[in-house]
Nanobody, 123 residues
Framework: QVQLLESGGGLVQAGGSLRLSCETS????????IGWFRQAPGKERDFVAV????????YYADSVKGRFTISRDNAKNTVYLQMNSLKPEDTAVYYCAADLWGVRREPFEYDYWGQGTQVTVSS
């Protein structure tokens, strides 16, 4: 079992920045990838970024490349998503999730999910 808790969401103006955190805990085997996803009202849950346990494998959705940065501090059991140059279309609930078996991009491949944190970008 892995528990995940997101924090850091909020309201920001277009062009601004936010840093989301995903704190993990539990008794699953130690090494797993953490992905960030987002879901806007009436839309499907979309992949944003993923980072492997070692940090050696990182992937981003095309829509956030160059603006978002994913990182992790395993000593703190925390994964971060630094979001810069935010746009109104980035508005969504952001979720982090644990992938115990790979470094993947599809929501159905993830085993555990947090409750989400709201990010709202005003124009």
């Amino acid at each position: 079992q892995v528990q995940l808790l997101e924090s850091g969401g909020g309201l920001v103006q277009a062009g601004g920045s936010l840093r989301l955190s995903c704190e993990t805990s539990g008794r699953a085997r130690n090494s797993y990838a953490i992905g960030w996803f987002r879901q806007a009202p009436g839309k499907e849950r979309d992949f944003v970024a993923v980072i492997s346990w070692s940090g050696g494998d990182i992937y981003y959705a095309d829509s956030v490349k160059g603006r978002f940065t994913i990182s992790r501090d395993n000593a703190k059991n925390t994964v971060y998503l630094q979001m810069n140059s935010l746009k109104p279309e980035d508005t969504a609930v952001y979720y982090c999730a644990a992938d115990l078996w790979g470094v993947r991009r599809e929501p159905f491949e993830y085993d555990y999910w947090g409750q989400g944190t709201q990010v709202t970008v005003s124009s």
